[in-house]
C-alpha cells in the first residue's frame, strides 16, 4: 500500500466587519496572533464538519491584507491527507458546501463575509 501524501489548499476570503489596521500586517503583534488563532480556529471547525473532514488535518491562516473600507482579506492554506484511493480534491464541492455553511458565504462565526470572495484553491 502506498502512504497518503499531505496536500495543500489555499482559502481566501474578506471580511465585512473587521476593520482593517497595520498591526494585522505584523505577525508578531498581538492581534494579528488572536485573530489568526479565531480564524484557524473557525476554518477547522467549519472544514472537519464537510466530505474532507475525516482527511482533514486543519488550516494555518498566512496573512491579512486589506480589503475595501472596513474590510480585511483572509489567506489561509490547508492540509489533508490525500489517500492514494482517493479522489481528487473536488474544489466547486468543497466550495459550496463551505457556502452552505456559511449561509452563502454571508457569515463565519461572528464575521460577516463578503458574499462574492471566497476562493478555494484559487
Given at each position: 500500500?502506498?502512504?497518503?501524501?499531505?496536500?495543500?489548499?489555499?482559502?481566501?476570503?474578506?471580511?465585512?466587519?473587521?476593520?482593517?489596521?497595520?498591526?494585522?500586517?505584523?505577525?508578531?503583534?498581538?492581534?494579528?496572533?488572536?485573530?489568526?488563532?479565531?480564524?484557524?480556529?473557525?476554518?477547522?471547525?467549519?472544514?472537519?464538519?464537510?466530505?474532507?473532514?475525516?482527511?482533514?488535518?486543519?488550516?494555518?491562516?498566512?496573512?491579512?491584507?486589506?480589503?475595501?473600507?472596513?474590510?480585511?482579506?483572509?489567506?489561509?492554506?490547508?492540509?489533508?491527507?490525500?489517500?492514494?484511493?482517493?479522489?481528487?480534491?473536488?474544489?466547486v464541492g468543497l466550495y459550496h458546501?463551505?457556502?452552505?455553511?456559511?449561509?452563502?458565504?454571508?457569515?463565519?462565526?461572528?464575521?460577516?463575509?463578503d458574499k462574492d470572495s471566497l476562493?478555494?484553491?484559487?
Amino acid at each position: 500500500t502506498t502512504a497518503a501524501t499531505l496536500e495543500h489548499f489555499t482559502v481566501n476570503f474578506t471580511i465585512t466587519n473587521l476593520p482593517y489596521t497595520s498591526d494585522l500586517e505584523n505577525p508578531d503583534s498581538a492581534r494579528f496572533r488572536a485573530t489568526r488563532r479565531v480564524m484557524n480556529m473557525m476554518l477547522d471547525r467549519l472544514l472537519k464538519d464537510s466530505s474532507i473532514g475525516p482527511a482533514f488535518h486543519g488550516c494555518e491562516t498566512t496573512g491579512f491584507r486589506y480589503g475595501d473600507r472596513d474590510q480585511t482579506r483572509v489567506d489561509a492554506v490547508c492540509t489533508y491527507s490525500k489517500e492514494p484511493w482517493a479522489a481528487p480534491l473536488d474544489r466547486v464541492g468543497l466550495y459550496h458546501q463551505v457556502s452552505n455553511k456559511t449561509r452563502g458565504i454571508t457569515q463565519l462565526g461572528p464575521y460577516g463575509l463578503d458574499k462574492d470572495s471566497l476562493y478555494v484553491n484559487g
